[in-house]
C-alpha cells in the first residue's frame, strides 16, 4: 500500500563549497609558544551515512569507537580492576617516599610526612565548600564528617569497614585494610607508629576545621601488629 513517502518531494541538496562551508573558520592558532598560519583546510567530504545511502558502501564503525583506537588496539579494563591497579601503585609509591622518610632524616622526616599530609586539609575542606558540603561547619556533625573521610578513602579504593558509628557515644571507627595482607600495604617498617600517625594528620587536621569538638587519631596500624589500620573519630577531651 502506497504511503506518504511515496508522494513526498525533497528539496535538493545544496551545493556548498568547502570556502561556504568555512568562512568563519579560524586562520590562526594559538598557544603559550606563539601564533601561526592555521593548517591546510582538509577537502570537504561526504558523511558516512550519506555515503552509506548514496552507494552503499559500507561505513567504518570503528571511526565512532575512540577507546581504544584502532590504530593502537590495547586492552582496556574494567573499572575496578584500574582502581586496584592504580591503587597499588599509589601505594607503592607513595609508601617507598614517606616510609624512607624519617629513616633519611629522622625527626626531620617525621615532621616532613606530618607537615606534607597536614597541608592537604585546607585545600579539601574550602573545595568541599564550594560545592555545598561541610555547610554546617565548623559544627558539623560526627556523621558528616565521618561520611566526607569514607567518601575520600572509597576514591582512593581503600576497603573499608566501619567497626563503629555510635553516635550516641559520638564516636566513629573505620577500619582500612581489615584482615589481610597482614603486612602495611604502604611497607612501613614494622614497629613505627609514629610514621603512620604523621600520615593521618589531614584527618586530624580536616575534622578540626569541620568541628573542633572532634578530634580524629589511628587507633590502629598493622605497622604495630594490628589486623587493620584504624581512624577513631571522637570528642576531643582537651576541645
Same mark, same amino acid.
Given at each position: 500500500m502506497p504511503g506518504p513517502e511515496d508522494t513526498t518531494k525533497y528539496p535538493e541538496r545544496p551545493k556548498m563549497t568547502s570556502e561556504d562551508v568555512n568562512k568563519r573558520a579560524p586562520k590562526k592558532r594559538r598557544d603559550h609558544y606563539g601564533e601561526w598560519? #592555521?593548517?591546510? $583546510?582538509?577537502? /570537504? %567530504?561526504?558523511?558516512? $551515512? /550519506? %555515503?552509506? $545511502? %548514496?552507494? *552503499?558502501k559500507a561505513e567504518d564503525p570503528s571511526r565512532y569507537v575512540m577507546m581504544p583506537p584502532r590504530e593502537v588496539p590495547y586492552k582496556k579494563l574494567p573499572l575496578a580492576t584500574k582502581f586496584i591497579s592504580a591503587n597499588t601503585r599509589h601505594l607503592k609509591e607513595i609508601g617507598a617516599f614517606r616510609t624512607m622518610m624519617p %629513616? /633519611?632524616? *629522622?625527626? #626531620? *622526616?617525621y615532621k616532613a610526612v606530618d607537615d606534607a599530609y597536614a597541608s592537604f586539609a585546607a585545600g579539601e575542606f574550602r573545595t568541599a565548600q564550594a560545592r555545598g558540603m561541610f555547610k554546617n561547619a565548623p559544627n558539623c556533625s560526627l556523621q558528616e564528617i565521618a561520611a566526607f573521610i569514607c567518601t575520600v578513602y572509597d576514591i582512593q579504593n581503600f576497603p573499608i569497614v566501619i567497626a563503629e558509628a555510635d553516635y550516641d557515644k559520638e564516636v566513629v571507627r573505620v577500619q582500612l585494610y581489615k584482615g589481610l595482607p597482614k603486612y602495611c600495604p604502604y611497607d612501613v617498617r614494622q614497629g613505627d607508629y609514629r610514621l603512620c600517625a604523621a600520615t593521618a594528620s589531614y584527618e586530624r587536621d580536616l575534622v578540626k576545621m569541620c568541628n573542633p569538638k572532634y578530634r580524629a587519631y589511628l587507633s590502629r596500624t598493622k605497622a604495630i601488629g594490628d589486623d587493620c589500620c584504624e581512624l577513631t573519630i571522637d570528642v576531643d577531651p582537651d576541645a
Amino acid at each position: 500500500m502506497p504511503g506518504p513517502e511515496d508522494t513526498t518531494k525533497y528539496p535538493e541538496r545544496p551545493k556548498m563549497t568547502s570556502e561556504d562551508v568555512n568562512k568563519r573558520a579560524p586562520k590562526k592558532r594559538r598557544d603559550h609558544y606563539g601564533e601561526w598560519d #592555521a593548517p591546510t $583546510m582538509p577537502p /570537504l %567530504e561526504k558523511s558516512q $551515512m /550519506l %555515503e552509506w $545511502m %548514496e552507494t *552503499g558502501k559500507a561505513e567504518d564503525p570503528s571511526r565512532y569507537v575512540m577507546m581504544p583506537p584502532r590504530e593502537v588496539p590495547y586492552k582496556k579494563l574494567p573499572l575496578a580492576t584500574k582502581f586496584i591497579s592504580a591503587n597499588t601503585r599509589h601505594l607503592k609509591e607513595i609508601g617507598a617516599f614517606r616510609t624512607m622518610m624519617p %629513616e /633519611l632524616f *629522622g625527626e #626531620a *622526616g617525621y615532621k616532613a610526612v606530618d607537615d606534607a599530609y597536614a597541608s592537604f586539609a585546607a585545600g579539601e575542606f574550602r573545595t568541599a565548600q564550594a560545592r555545598g558540603m561541610f555547610k554546617n561547619a565548623p559544627n558539623c556533625s560526627l556523621q558528616e564528617i565521618a561520611a566526607f573521610i569514607c567518601t575520600v578513602y572509597d576514591i582512593q579504593n581503600f576497603p573499608i569497614v566501619i567497626a563503629e558509628a555510635d553516635y550516641d557515644k559520638e564516636v566513629v571507627r573505620v577500619q582500612l585494610y581489615k584482615g589481610l595482607p597482614k603486612y602495611c600495604p604502604y611497607d612501613v617498617r614494622q614497629g613505627d607508629y609514629r610514621l603512620c600517625a604523621a600520615t593521618a594528620s589531614y584527618e586530624r587536621d580536616l575534622v578540626k576545621m569541620c568541628n573542633p569538638k572532634y578530634r580524629a587519631y589511628l587507633s590502629r596500624t598493622k605497622a604495630i601488629g594490628d589486623d587493620c589500620c584504624e581512624l577513631t573519630i571522637d570528642v576531643d577531651p582537651d576541645a
